[in-house]
């Protein structure tokens, strides 16, 4: 909104120019959105205290310790992060640029499907919220209009080719599947960071690191000269994501505040199917699909655990890990929840810095 209405008015007030350049109004994005967190974070905390008397629900069957430590916590700490990101997005990007249009879709609409999902658990008193077929058939949808629009936006052959980090001559041309390939990418990447939102500070901060990195990639896919020095596939007007990814870790910082052990309100689907989705659409829109299972091995890691675990047990009646996702094994084993949370955040670390060295290494 304010690029749209200060930049015809930055011939005359030098000031204005500012808008003009990705990398302002980026920072501006970021730190609008951990403001608007931090002023609305202890009222949204109350109102969501006074609406769900006990909490959200504490699966029975996972670590003992969670039944008493985190028993009357409240959920749908994910309203705050989407508040706040959603401000500061229209606030500071292009409102013209389809590619942000595209990516809030997917992220307001898996928000709100989490919402429906966090909203029968705590009414309900119960774990099992949206029945799984009914979640996936949304998101399916969702997420399949969102990677037609984005690749109806993406130029040339270039908009249904999947390139390869490294490979720089290498694209593989999935046509008419390509769409269904990133409704794929975007529910897969929504779900993993579901699944991994499990522990306080565990989801949000590996999210913010991705979400930095694609901050970078978006800014250099959508300038032609840094694309073509680094030999890039350059995407025009990719680079708004930028502020958008910039607003995502504005508001995941704000959200990590209240979120910090002990936990004053968790996630929720409301929070932790929107993010994952909208880095979906970001990588999508980057071209960079494989990279986001790079720098968000991490989610990998944990799907890949439950999918181990569902497998096995049904095939053998044995499970391979004492609790999925993974951070529940640890904590079976006796690691303490800081020690889990901070050693895998600073594996995203490792693998965001992995990442990166795609974008040189070619």
């Not at 309203?79 to 249009?101: C, E, H, M, P, Y």
């Not at 840094?226 to 930028?242: P, S």
């Not at 986001?292 to 049904?314: A, D, H, N, P, R």
């Amino acid at each position: 909104m304010l690029y749209n209405l200060l930049r015809p008015l930055a011939d005359q007030f030098i000031l204005f120019n500012l808008v003009r350049y990705i990398t302002f109004r980026a920072g501006a994005a970021c730190l609008t959105a951990l403001i608007v967190a931090f002023v609305l974070g202890p009222a949204v905390i109350r109102w969501l205290r006074s609406v769900q008397r006990q909490g959200q629900p504490i699966r029975a069957d996972g670590p003992e310790r969670h039944l008493v430590e985190k028993k009357g916590t409240p959920t749908m700490g994910g309203l705050l992060i989407l508040f706040a990101l959603t401000i500061s997005t229209l606030l500071w990007v292009d409102l013209k640029n389809g590619f942000v249009w595209a990516t809030l879709f997917v992220t307001l609409g898996y928000g709100a499907l989490g919402f429906a999902d966090d909203y029968l658990k705590v009414t309900k008193l119960n774990t099992r919220g949206v029945p799984g077929r009914v979640k996936l058939i949304v998101q399916a949808v969702v997420g399949l209009i969102a990677a037609v629009w984005i690749t109806w936006l993406a130029p040339g052959p270039l908009a249904t080719a999947l390139t390869f980090p490294v490979f720089k001559e290498v694209a593989l041309q999935l046509g008419w599947f390509f769409p269904v390939f990133g409704m794929l990418v975007m529910m897969g990447a929504s779900n993993a960071v579901n699944l991994t939102d499990g522990l306080d500070g565990l989801a949000i901060v590996p999210t913010m690191i991705t979400a930095a990195v694609f901050t970078l990639i978006a800014y250099l896919v959508g300038n032609r000269i840094f694309a073509d020095y680094l030999q890039l596939n350059a995407v025009a007007g990719v680079g708004e994501l930028a502020v958008f990814c910039s607003a995502l870790i504005g508001a995941g910082m704000g959200f990590l505040w209240f979120n910090a052990p002990p936990a004053k309100v968790f996630m929720g689907d409301i929070g932790a199917l929107a993010l994952g989705g909208a880095l979906g659409a970001v990588a999508m829109a980057t071209k960079h699909e494989i990279v986001l299972m790079i720098v968000g091995g991490l989610f990998v890691v944990e799907t890949v655990s439950v999918m181990i675990q569902v497998f096995w047990y049904k095939r053998t009646g044995h499970r391979v890990f004492l609790m999925a996702p993974l951070h529940h094994h640890f904590e079976k084993k006796g690691w303490a929840e800081p020690t889990i949370v901070i050693r895998f955040w600073i594996i995203s670390m490792i693998l965001a810095l992995v990442g990166l060295a795609t974008l040189k290494i070619r």
